[in-house]
């Protein structure tokens, strides 16, 4: 994940657009150059300057952007979200990536779902029946299942106890270049590019941060 400003002596960098991990033509023909273009040169890019001027001399201003998303509200929330939502997008997807999970990731979706196609629908039906502009995430929840969850606009489990490990961006922006209106072919596609390496890393960074405060704790 792009880091959202660092300290550099007694001056806070702004929150900055992070570069795509991968060249911008690396996930065709799944997903344009044409749509990374617009989408994150564009569409990211506006919310990333967005939130700088709104948080100019006020208490977000310098703050990393997780916790601008998590003590936000109202425009500032928006474009802080988006930001972080958009990020994390980029890094769930991967060139030469799809397939299935293996490892305790692929065990705890056979656990809940048993077959990976049946996962596979459940999720691309909750990717489709999303209203309008939004998000679907495949979240941890505080008992350890996991579930694809939606969420309008820009928000985000980020706010929440569940713990984000992927998601599929379906506002219109992210498809309509490559598929026009027809989401459920853009849905389709997420299938070949789904970074599961990144899924597993958030799945056992969640599991390392439990661990240390149950070590805390006692």
């Known amino acids: 994940m792009g880091k959202g400003g660092q300290q550099k002596g007694f001056l806070m960098a702004k929150i900055t657009l992070p570069d795509l991990p991968y060249a911008i033509d690396a996930l065709a023909p799944h997903i344009s150059k044409e749509t990374l273009e617009f989408h994150h040169g564009k569409h990211h890019k506006t919310y990333v300057e967005t939130l700088n001027k709104l948080i100019a001399g006020t208490e977000f201003e310098g703050k990393p952007l997780e916790e601008i998303v998590k003590t936000s509200s109202g425009k500032i929330f928006n474009n802080a979200a988006q930001a972080w939502n958009h990020d994390f997008y980029w890094h769930s997807l991967a060139p030469k ?19 990976f196609d049946t996962f596979k629908t459940e999720f691309g039906k909750v990717a489709a029946d999303t209203f309008g502009s939004g998000w679907v995430w495949l979240v941890q929840t505080p008992d350890g299942g996991l579930d694809p969850k939606s969420t309008s606009n820009a928000q985000t489990p980020l706010t929440t106890a569940d713990k984000p490990l992927l998601t599929c961006d379906v506002w219109e922006h992210a498809y309509c270049i490559d598929y026009r209106n027809k989401r459920p072919d853009y849905i389709g596609a997420f299938w070949n590019i789904v970074n599961w390496k990144f899924a597993a890393e958030n799945m056992a960074k969640g599991a390392a941060e439990e661990s240390t405060k149950v070590r805390k704790a006692g």
């Not at 990536?97 to 077959?115: N, R, S, T, Y």
């Open 97 to 115: 990536a799809g397939g299935e999970p293996d490892g305790v990731l692929g065990e705890a979706i056979e656990k809940k779902w048993g077959p």
